[in-house]
Protein backbone atom coordinates (compact mmCIF):
# COMPACT_ATOMS: atom_id res chain seq x y z
CA UNK A 1 0.00 0.00 0.00
CA UNK A 2 1.32 3.62 -1.27
CA UNK A 3 1.62 5.60 1.94
CA UNK A 4 1.10 9.02 0.14
CA UNK A 5 -0.10 8.95 -2.92
CA UNK A 6 -0.10 11.68 -5.71
CA UNK A 7 -2.04 11.82 -8.71
CA UNK A 8 -1.30 12.82 -11.44
CA UNK A 9 2.54 11.43 -11.78
CA UNK A 10 3.06 13.54 -15.34
CA UNK A 11 1.00 16.76 -16.20
CA UNK A 12 1.16 18.89 -19.55
CA UNK A 13 -0.82 21.27 -20.37
CA UNK A 14 -0.97 24.93 -21.84
CA UNK A 15 -0.42 28.50 -20.06
CA UNK A 16 -4.35 29.66 -18.88
CA UNK A 17 -5.37 26.41 -18.40
CA UNK A 18 -6.91 25.33 -15.19
CA UNK A 19 -5.60 21.89 -13.25
CA UNK A 20 -5.76 20.19 -10.05
CA UNK A 21 -3.08 17.39 -8.05
CA UNK A 22 -4.59 15.50 -5.92
CA UNK A 23 -2.58 13.58 -2.37
CA UNK A 24 -3.88 11.29 0.08
CA UNK A 25 -2.31 9.44 2.46
CA UNK A 26 -3.34 6.55 4.70
CA UNK A 27 -1.32 6.62 7.09
CA UNK A 28 -3.42 8.08 9.57
CA UNK A 29 -1.77 11.46 9.92
CA UNK A 30 -2.93 14.88 11.10
CA UNK A 31 -0.95 17.13 9.22
CA UNK A 32 -0.11 17.43 5.50
CA UNK A 33 1.84 19.64 2.95
CA UNK A 34 2.79 21.09 -0.11
CA UNK A 35 6.16 21.47 -1.54
CA UNK A 36 7.50 22.90 -4.82
CA UNK A 37 10.74 21.48 -6.45
CA UNK A 38 11.88 24.23 -8.95
CA UNK A 39 14.00 22.97 -11.70
CA UNK A 40 17.45 23.34 -9.88
CA UNK A 41 16.00 20.85 -7.20
CA UNK A 42 15.42 23.36 -4.75
CA UNK A 43 12.69 22.19 -2.75
CA UNK A 44 10.32 25.06 -0.61
CA UNK A 45 7.15 24.50 1.44
CA UNK A 46 3.66 26.08 -0.36
CA UNK A 47 1.20 24.74 2.48
CA UNK A 48 0.31 22.95 5.35
CA UNK A 49 -2.91 21.44 6.80
CA UNK A 50 -3.20 20.41 10.21
CA UNK A 51 -7.09 18.35 10.24
CA UNK A 52 -8.48 20.10 7.48
CA UNK A 53 -7.48 23.26 8.61
CA UNK A 54 -4.82 25.64 7.17
CA UNK A 55 -2.01 26.61 8.82
CA UNK A 56 1.07 27.46 6.96
CA UNK A 57 0.61 29.56 3.45
CA UNK A 58 4.12 30.74 2.53
CA UNK A 59 4.50 33.61 0.10
CA UNK A 60 2.17 31.80 -2.86
CA UNK A 61 0.13 33.31 -5.80
CA UNK A 62 -3.37 33.17 -5.11
CA UNK A 63 -3.61 31.37 -7.93
CA UNK A 64 -2.87 28.33 -6.34
CA UNK A 65 -5.49 27.11 -3.48
CA UNK A 66 -5.30 24.05 -1.66
CA UNK A 67 -8.32 21.92 -0.17
CA UNK A 68 -8.46 19.79 2.33
CA UNK A 69 -11.77 17.66 2.33
CA UNK A 70 -10.81 15.52 5.00
CA UNK A 71 -7.67 15.14 6.81
CA UNK A 72 -6.42 12.36 4.63
CA UNK A 73 -6.53 14.06 1.55
CA UNK A 74 -5.32 17.84 0.28
CA UNK A 75 -5.75 18.77 -3.36
CA UNK A 76 -3.82 21.73 -4.56
CA UNK A 77 -5.49 23.39 -7.90
CA UNK A 78 -3.99 26.25 -10.28
CA UNK A 79 -5.87 28.66 -11.92
CA UNK A 80 -4.37 30.48 -14.62
CA UNK A 81 -1.51 28.81 -15.57
CA UNK A 82 2.04 30.25 -16.28
CA UNK A 83 5.20 29.03 -17.67
CA UNK A 84 7.09 29.61 -14.19
CA UNK A 85 4.48 26.90 -12.58
CA UNK A 86 6.10 24.30 -13.66
CA UNK A 87 7.88 22.09 -11.44
CA UNK A 88 7.92 19.31 -9.40
CA UNK A 89 4.96 19.30 -6.89
CA UNK A 90 5.36 17.25 -3.76
CA UNK A 91 2.46 16.74 -1.23
CA UNK A 92 3.87 15.15 2.56
CA UNK A 93 2.48 14.30 5.44
CA UNK A 94 3.40 14.25 9.08
CA UNK A 95 2.13 13.24 12.81
CA UNK A 96 1.56 16.21 14.68
CA UNK A 97 5.03 16.57 15.78
CA UNK A 98 6.79 16.01 12.15
CA UNK A 99 9.96 17.34 13.11
CA UNK A 100 10.23 14.49 16.13
CA UNK A 101 8.74 11.65 13.76
CA UNK A 102 9.33 12.93 10.52
CA UNK A 103 7.83 13.50 6.94
CA UNK A 104 6.53 11.15 4.58
CA UNK A 105 6.73 12.44 0.61
CA UNK A 106 4.52 11.12 -2.61
CA UNK A 107 6.60 10.55 -5.64
CA UNK A 108 5.75 14.02 -6.64
CA UNK A 109 3.58 15.53 -9.62
CA UNK A 110 5.86 16.37 -12.70
CA UNK A 111 4.08 19.62 -13.88
CA UNK A 112 4.73 21.25 -17.38
CA UNK A 113 3.23 24.21 -18.55
CA UNK A 114 3.92 25.11 -22.49
CA UNK B 1 14.88 32.31 9.97
CA UNK B 2 15.99 28.85 9.48
CA UNK B 3 18.33 27.99 7.03
CA UNK B 4 20.72 25.06 5.35
CA UNK B 5 23.65 25.50 3.55
CA UNK B 6 24.83 21.63 1.91
CA UNK B 7 27.89 21.31 0.31
CA UNK B 8 27.41 22.35 -3.51
CA UNK B 9 27.83 19.65 -6.06
CA UNK B 10 28.20 17.59 -7.77
CA UNK B 11 30.44 14.73 -6.16
CA UNK B 12 31.59 12.03 -8.16
CA UNK B 13 32.97 9.18 -6.50
CA UNK B 14 34.52 5.54 -6.99
CA UNK B 15 32.63 2.74 -5.87
CA UNK B 16 34.11 1.69 -2.41
CA UNK B 17 35.35 5.64 -1.43
CA UNK B 18 34.81 7.13 1.47
CA UNK B 19 31.74 9.98 1.15
CA UNK B 20 31.34 13.14 3.37
CA UNK B 21 28.63 15.79 2.32
CA UNK B 22 28.59 18.93 4.70
CA UNK B 23 25.17 20.32 5.73
CA UNK B 24 25.77 22.95 8.42
CA UNK B 25 22.00 25.16 9.70
CA UNK B 26 21.07 28.04 11.34
CA UNK B 27 17.56 28.04 13.53
CA UNK B 28 16.17 29.25 16.03
CA UNK B 29 15.86 26.70 19.17
CA UNK B 30 16.70 22.64 18.98
CA UNK B 31 15.42 21.98 15.47
CA UNK B 32 15.03 18.26 14.37
CA UNK B 33 17.89 17.34 11.58
CA UNK B 34 17.04 14.86 8.49
CA UNK B 35 18.83 13.88 5.40
CA UNK B 36 16.58 13.04 2.48
CA UNK B 37 17.72 11.00 -0.73
CA UNK B 38 15.94 11.36 -4.17
CA UNK B 39 16.92 8.49 -6.86
CA UNK B 40 16.19 9.50 -10.40
CA UNK B 41 13.04 9.85 -11.01
CA UNK B 42 11.61 9.18 -7.66
CA UNK B 43 10.17 11.34 -4.60
CA UNK B 44 12.16 11.98 -2.04
CA UNK B 45 12.45 9.28 0.85
CA UNK B 46 13.75 9.71 4.25
CA UNK B 47 17.51 8.08 4.84
CA UNK B 48 17.58 9.39 8.73
CA UNK B 49 17.49 12.13 11.32
CA UNK B 50 18.41 12.93 14.32
CA UNK B 51 15.93 14.99 16.90
CA UNK B 52 18.53 16.23 19.71
CA UNK B 53 22.08 17.43 20.15
CA UNK B 54 24.54 14.45 19.94
CA UNK B 55 22.33 12.16 18.53
CA UNK B 56 23.62 9.47 15.04
CA UNK B 57 21.01 8.69 12.84
CA UNK B 58 22.28 6.35 10.94
CA UNK B 59 20.91 3.84 7.88
CA UNK B 60 21.74 1.75 5.05
CA UNK B 61 25.72 2.66 5.89
CA UNK B 62 24.93 6.39 6.41
CA UNK B 63 25.67 8.25 9.24
CA UNK B 64 25.46 11.91 10.71
CA UNK B 65 25.44 12.87 14.15
CA UNK B 66 23.98 16.44 15.31
CA UNK B 67 26.67 19.02 16.41
CA UNK B 68 24.96 21.77 18.40
CA UNK B 69 28.06 23.26 18.75
CA UNK B 70 29.36 23.36 15.47
CA UNK B 71 25.68 23.67 14.33
CA UNK B 72 26.48 20.91 11.71
CA UNK B 73 24.98 17.28 10.53
CA UNK B 74 27.53 15.87 8.15
CA UNK B 75 26.86 12.78 5.92
CA UNK B 76 29.18 9.82 5.80
CA UNK B 77 29.74 6.93 4.38
CA UNK B 78 32.63 4.71 4.54
CA UNK B 79 31.86 2.61 1.23
CA UNK B 80 29.74 4.18 -1.23
CA UNK B 81 28.02 2.12 -3.96
CA UNK B 82 26.82 2.42 -7.89
CA UNK B 83 23.33 2.03 -5.84
CA UNK B 84 24.05 5.65 -4.04
CA UNK B 85 23.92 7.47 -6.82
CA UNK B 86 21.35 9.85 -5.86
CA UNK B 87 20.04 13.75 -4.54
CA UNK B 88 21.31 14.18 -0.69
CA UNK B 89 18.99 17.01 0.46
CA UNK B 90 19.51 18.26 4.21
CA UNK B 91 16.84 19.90 6.12
CA UNK B 92 15.96 21.01 9.46
CA UNK B 93 12.42 21.45 11.29
CA UNK B 94 11.68 23.25 14.58
CA UNK B 95 9.44 21.94 16.43
CA UNK B 96 6.61 24.42 16.92
CA UNK B 97 3.45 21.75 16.44
CA UNK B 98 0.25 21.53 15.34
CA UNK B 99 1.03 21.75 11.65
CA UNK B 100 3.27 24.65 11.99
CA UNK B 101 6.13 22.83 11.48
CA UNK B 102 7.92 22.89 8.26
CA UNK B 103 11.13 21.64 6.62
CA UNK B 104 13.59 23.38 5.33
CA UNK B 105 15.92 22.06 2.96
CA UNK B 106 19.44 22.35 1.73
CA UNK B 107 19.95 22.95 -2.56
CA UNK B 108 20.83 19.65 -2.45
CA UNK B 109 24.13 17.62 -3.42
CA UNK B 110 24.16 15.42 -6.59
CA UNK B 111 26.19 12.10 -5.89
CA UNK B 112 27.32 10.40 -8.79
CA UNK B 113 29.20 6.76 -7.98
CA UNK B 114 31.81 5.45 -10.62
CA UNK B 115 32.02 1.32 -11.10
Known amino acids: DTAVSQTPKYLVTQMGNDKSIKCEQN?????MYWYKQDSKKFLKIMFS???????INETVPNRFSPKSPDKAHLNLHINSLELGDSAVYFC?????????????FGSGTRLTVV | GDSVTQMEGPVTLSEEAFLTINCTYTATGYPSLFWYVQYPGEGLQLLLK?????DKGSNKGFEATYRKETTSFHLEKGSVQVSDSAVYFCALSGRRGFGNEKLTFGTGTRLTIIP
Open chain 1, 92 to 104: ASSQVGGALYGYT
Open chain 1, 27 to 31: LGHDT
Open chain 2, 50 to 54: ATKAD
Open chain 1, 49 to 55: YNNKELI
